[in-house]
């Protein structure tokens, strides 16, 4: 959740700063760039996930998620559900 939060995630995006010769578009549905907030908010691949643990708090922006304690407890389940963000 750190890395999230601090734009350190594992997402296509990040990982091509550091290999330039990387894709930057997300793997399950090829939009470019793969970003975190593309993952955790328009995704379909997280779709499911998204709408059981943020869908309560998914009019806020990710500024907010971030720093509510309501906003982290969700984020903190999505990203445990779907283990996005993590090197696979």
Known sequence: MVRVVTGH????SYSARFHP???TSCPA??????TVEHT????????????THLSPIAHLSLSTVFG???GGKAL?????????????
């Open 9 to 12: 995630a594992l997402v296509c």
């Open 21 to 23: 010769g990387k894709r």
């Open 29 to 34: 549905c090829r939009v470019n760039p793969q």
């Open 40 to 51: 955790i908010k328009v995704c379909p691949r997280y779709k499911r996930a998204g709408t």
């Open 68 to 70: 509510t304690k309501k």
């Open 76 to 88: 903190h389940k999505f990203l445990e559900v779907t283990k996005v963000c993590f090197k696979p």
